[in-house]
């Protein structure tokens, strides 16, 4: 009975976690704020607004501690170039001497040795291009395979308080309203495709106009986005999936061809008039 409930409560939890929702709070215009939060708790990850005396004291005591740091590692290298020099002194002596002695022997091996370290690059050249496109196209098979399930976390995106305000101006009218056109595009075709995949956005506010005055650009976007985290583990996991069930396929050894062991010559049959014909002969 005992672990019928705690299988209860370990299942119950599971649920909770699974109906909250992760938050990510968007703010950019003059300075630029993102921030993660989740169950009420807020995490700051991008912040550009001036900072406070008090921040400011506690990043000039993060950068002392930081350059103290530094300080030490590259005294560090300093005695270890140092060490790596006169060994590398010493051994250049002994190697000198070496030379000295089997100077006559070594010019023909020296050639032979240039070719064939010309040959070795080239070859391991050839060997990275054919390594690099090999990785891209594995790279867009694996994206074109883990796309599904992108588009599942898509469908289930909340963007709630959307407000998008731009003032759009140039040095000339003639650029204004190029510039006005390429915004009105962009954020036209942004919203389009986001609606297209099924994420659920609420606009709050949606301004841009051409500035043919004062020539400023301004913005400010602001919004947040909502995903409950049971979307999230179910797409991870989809996506996990793809990702191992591609590996494995790319591991599996190629089926050989069947093809009989020992083919048998076909043989025409011929015609019932090429058979008198023949007779008549």
């Given at each position: 009975?005992?672990?019928?409930?705690?299988?209860?409560v370990?299942?119950?939890?599971?649920?909770?976690?699974c109906?909250?929702?992760?938050?990510?709070?968007?703010?950019?215009?003059?300075?630029?704020?993102?921030?993660?939060?989740?169950?009420?708790?807020?995490?700051t990850?991008?912040?550009?607004?001036?900072?406070?005396?008090?921040?400011?004291?506690?990043?000039?005591?993060?950068?002392?501690?930081?350059?103290?740091?530094?300080?030490?590692?590259?005294?560090?290298?300093?005695?270890?170039?140092?060490?790596?020099?006169?060994?590398?002194?010493?051994?250049?002596?002994?190697?000198?001497?070496?030379?000295?002695?089997?100077?006559?022997?070594?010019?023909?091996?020296?050639?032979?040795?240039?070719?064939?370290?010309?040959?070795?690059?080239?070859?391991?050249?050839?060997e990275?291009?054919?390594?690099?496109?090999?990785?891209?196209?594995?790279?867009?098979?694996?994206?074109?395979?883990?796309?599904?399930?992108?588009?599942?976390l898509?469908?289930?995106?909340?963007?709630?308080?959307?407000?998008?305000a731009?003032?759009?101006?140039?040095?000339?009218?003639?650029?204004?309203?190029?510039r006005?056109?390429?915004?009105?595009?962009?954020?036209?075709?942004?919203?389009?495709?986001?609606?297209?995949?099924?994420?659920?956005?609420?606009?709050?506010?949606?301004?841009?106009?051409?500035d043919?005055?004062?020539?400023?650009?301004?913005?400010?976007?602001?919004?947040?986005?909502?995903?409950?985290?049971?979307?999230?583990?179910?797409?991870?996991?989809?996506?996990?999936?793809?990702?191992?069930?591609?590996?494995?396929?790319?591991?599996?050894?190629?089926?050989?061809?069947?093809?009989?062991?020992?083919?048998?010559?076909?043989?025409?049959?011929?015609?019932?008039?090429?058979?008198?014909?023949e007779?008549?002969?």
């Open positions: 009975m005992l672990a019928l409930w705690i299988i209860l370990v299942l119950a939890v599971l649920a909770l976690i109906c909250l929702s992760a938050v990510i709070y968007v703010d950019i215009g003059e300075s630029t704020r993102i921030q993660a939060g989740i169950a009420g708790l807020r995490f990850l991008v912040d550009t607004r001036e900072e406070s005396p008090r921040q400011k004291v506690k990043a000039l005591k993060r950068q002392q501690k930081q350059q103290a740091k530094q300080a030490e590692k590259e005294a560090k290298k300093k005695e270890k170039a140092r060490k790596k020099q006169a060994k590398a002194q010493k051994k250049k002596g002994e190697a000198s001497r070496a030379k000295g002695r089997s100077s006559a022997q070594t010019g023909s091996a020296s050639k032979a040795g240039s070719s064939s370290k010309q040959s070795k690059a080239a070859s391991k050249q050839q990275k291009e054919d390594g690099f496109t090999a990785t891209v196209k594995e790279i867009i098979a694996l994206i074109r395979r883990c796309f599904p399930n992108a588009k599942y898509l469908r289930h995106l909340r963007f709630r308080r959307v407000v998008i731009v003032n759009v101006g140039a040095e000339d009218a003639h650029t204004t309203a190029i006005y056109g390429q915004v009105q595009a962009g954020v036209n075709t942004t919203l389009g495709l986001l609606a297209g995949y099924g994420a659920d956005i609420k606009l709050q506010a949606v301004c841009i106009k051409p043919f005055i004062t020539g400023e650009f301004r913005q400010w976007i602001s919004f947040r986005v909502k995903l409950r985290l049971g979307v999230i583990i179910v797409g991870a996991v989809g996506i996990l999936g793809k990702v191992i069930g591609y590996f494995l396929a790319d591991s599996r050894p190629d089926s050989p061809p069947s093809h009989p062991s020992n083919p048998q010559p076909q043989t025409k049959k011929t015609s019932a008039g090429q058979a008198v014909k007779n008549a002969r």
